[in-house]
């Protein structure tokens, strides 16, 4: 709605007026590859543990959750420790319902300005105005890359209490090293401010995590999530890891019992199942260097990506004009609003096919 269309009677917040609700299009297509998900559904050895643990909590609903998720982050720290050869402990975890519950609640503790370097994550933005943040938009350099010695500079001058980096980069895919993220918490730490690393795509990336970085620059906060490498978007579980006086703080701005006791019961069962889980992670960086070489094959340009997505250029005719051919032939992508780009998710080889397909076709034309 615009300005104009909101009731008189709406006492609604002047700065969430003129703004548009966040979300990619839904359209019920044969080959959904626009929003990043993992295309490969849980196995039934999984679904059955899933099921097993919830029948366990079923008989006492009636009773409020876990507040604290205890169980839950344990395991959460322990997947972390066995990813990363770190030594976390459950006070250095936190659980909420999808990453985005936990950017919003680091915006209802921290406060303050906040900073990001487009394009990137446009939730992180988003969340910054509904809290009432002022966010500053810091830009990366034509190949999408961060420039590093900019972004310190820019940390200086704004002093942000929270400052965002995305990596793997969504929706360039895009990674930092260890190294560059080590000069940018240096920088963020000289202003009293926290550095968050949003690693959403994290698994799919050959790049270390930040996670390893903790210990040394207290001031980082790494944000992740279960949708994607676990097949588990459904679910809505996210988790940071962090100082535990980061987690302290998420106790003061959490909601009442905010992780259901079904949720709580799922995420436990799927950290079980991991190693089987993280199976499919493999085939999709697979699949992700097969597509991008299709892609170069038919002429187009692609940026090199740590994720399970490729964006890609180099069309003859607008980018927005190929994304409806598409559509029109039953394979929806992603138009991620930067001139001349589309995004697609990567699929089964199935639906990688039909995409690369479809796409012949259409830039044929």
Do not use: C
């Given at each position: 709605?615009?300005?104009?269309?909101?009731?008189?009677?709406l006492p609604l917040r002047e700065q969430l007026a003129p703004m548009s609700p966040y979300g990619?299009?839904?359209?019920?297509?044969?080959?959904?590859?626009?929003?990043?998900?993992?295309?490969?559904?849980?196995?039934?050895?999984?679904?059955?543990?899933?099921?097993?643990?919830?029948?366990?909590?079923?008989t006492d609903l009636n009773r409020y959750p876990d507040r604290d998720a205890v169980e839950l982050r344990s395991a959460l720290a322990q997947y972390i420790n066995q990813q990363s050869g770190t030594h976390f402990e459950k006070d250095s975890i936190w659980a909420a319902n999808g990453s985005n519950e936990i950017l919003q609640s680091l915006f209802l503790a921290i406060g303050g300005d906040a900073l990001g370097f487009l394009p990137s994550y446009s939730m992180h933005p988003l969340i910054a105005k509904i809290t009432n943040s002022t966010w500053h938009d810091g830009q990366r350099k034509p190949d999408f890359t961060l420039d590093i010695e900019s972004a310190t500079n820019h940390i200086k001058e704004i002093k942000p209490a929270l400052t965002f980096i995305t990596t793997p980069n969504n929706p360039t895919g895009t990674a930092l090293t260890l190294a560059e993220i080590s000069d940018i918490a240096r920088a963020v730490g000289s202003v009293g401010g926290i550095l968050v690393v949003d690693e959403a795509y994290a698994e799919f990336s050959e790049v270390p995590s930040a996670v390893t970085l903790i210990e040394k620059f207290p001031?980082?906060?790494?944000?992740?999530?279960?949708?994607?490498?676990?097949?588990?978007?459904?679910?809505?579980?996210?988790?940071?890891?962090?100082?535990?006086?980061?987690?302290?703080?998420?106790?003061?701005?959490?909601?009442?019992?905010?992780?259901?006791?079904?949720t709580q019961a799922a995420a436990r069962a799927a950290l079980s199942q991991s190693e089987h889980l993280l199976k499919n992670v493999s085939t999709i960086r697979q699949s992700r260097d097969e597509?991008?070489?299709?892609?170069?094959?038919?002429?187009?340009?692609?940026?090199?990506?740590?994720?399970?997505?490729?964006?890609?250029?180099?069309?003859?005719?607008?980018?927005?004009?190929?994304?409806?051919?598409?559509?029109?032939?039953?394979?929806?992508?992603?138009?991620?609003?930067?001139?001349?780009?589309?995004?697609?998710?990567?699929?089964?080889?199935?639906?990688?096919?039909?995409?690369?397909?479809?796409?012949?076709?259409?830039?044929?034309?």
């Open positions: 709605m615009t300005p104009s269309q909101w009731p008189s009677w990619a299009p839904q359209i019920d297509l044969p080959v959904r590859l626009n929003t990043n998900e993992n295309p490969y559904s849980l196995h039934n050895e999984v679904t059955a543990s899933i099921a097993s643990e919830i029948e366990k909590v079923l001031q980082i906060v790494v944000v992740r999530t279960m949708s994607k490498a676990f097949s588990f978007a459904g679910a809505r579980v996210g988790y940071l890891i962090a100082h535990p006086a980061v987690i302290n703080a998420m106790l003061l701005v959490r909601l009442p019992y905010h992780l259901s006791a079904l597509v991008a070489r299709q892609l170069v094959n038919l002429g187009l340009s692609v940026v090199p990506s740590q994720a399970n997505f490729l964006l890609f250029t180099g069309f003859k005719r607008p980018a927005s004009e190929i994304w409806r051919e598409l559509v029109d032939q039953g394979i929806l992508i992603r138009d991620i609003g930067i001139s001349g780009y589309l995004r697609v998710t990567i699929g089964t080889p199935t639906e990688n096919a039909q995409f690369i397909t479809a796409l012949t076709q259409s830039i044929a034309k």
